[in-house]
């Protein structure tokens, strides 16, 4: 079964340094998204992206984010300046269809802000 | 915009017995999600509910939407150490909004 995958499984970085975790969507997705979950909390939305443009975001999605998709594979979300808040798993999801449609989670990146 | 709310936050039965999450909104649900999260693990989809009143099973889970399409429910018939984890309501229209989640814990 096609999978979303996820590198790195873990990523451990200091204040203020820029950190970009990586997924590979499911390959005939059209729609692919950021969740965060701090630990042993609600699984949060941060951003989807549509058509190479971003459809929606949420208010934890401020300037330090971006998300891109470089090369019709990778989609990747980068963070420009990390907070200690910005520790959680990241979750990469992707659907075929529109926000009614079944989201396919990868497995996350563990981001540890120290 | 939409949000849900589920109870309990936390269960913990016997292995055997019968599991209840419900899951509620104050507006009308264009659509409700179930995912569950194993230990550890990713949320995995588990199905969706789109009609107003309508039930879907599978195996031991039964998945509820109310008439009013206001709540839902996931019942778990005879609970085994597999359905550990956390089960997630969600909830869709521009974007689909996750609900606290009810962790469910199962003693052998």
């Known amino acids: 079964e096609p999978e979303v995958t996820q590198t790195p499984s873990h990523q451990v970085t200091q204040m203020g340094q820029e950190v970009i975790l990586r997924c590979v969507p499911i390959s005939n997705h059209l729609y692919f998204y950021w969740y965060r979950q701090i630990l042993g909390q609600k699984v949060e939305f941060l951003v989807s992206?549509?058509?190479?443009?971003?459809?929606?975001k949420s208010e934890i999605f401020d300037d330090q984010f971006s998300v891109e998709r470089p090369d019709g594979s990778n989609f990747t979300l980068k963070i420009r300046s990390t907070k200690l808040e910005d520790s959680a798993m990241y979750f990469c999801a992707s659907s075929a269809g529109g926000p009614g449609s079944p989201l396919h989670f990868g497995n996350g990146t563990r981001l540890t802000v120290t | 915009g939409q949000q849900v709310m589920q109870i309990p936050q936390y269960q913990h039965v016997q292995e055997g017995e019968d599991f209840t999450t419900y899951c509620n909104s104050s507006t009308t649900l264009s659509n409700i999600q179930w995912y569950k999260q194993r230990p550890g693990g990713h949320p995995v989809f588990l199905i969706q509910?789109?009609?107003?009143?309508e039930v879907k099973k599978q195996k031991r889970l039964t998945f509820q939407f109310g008439e009013a399409k206001k709540n839902s429910s996931l019942h778990i018939t005879a609970t085994q150490t597999t359905d550990v984890g956390t089960y997630f309501c969600?909830?869709?229209?521009?974007?689909?909004?996750f609900g606290p989640g009810t962790s469910l814990s199962v003693i052998p």
């Open positions: 992206f549509y058509n190479n443009e971003i459809s929606e």
């Open positions: 969600a909830t869709s229209y521009d974007k689909v909004i």
């Open positions: 509910l789109v009609k107003s009143g």
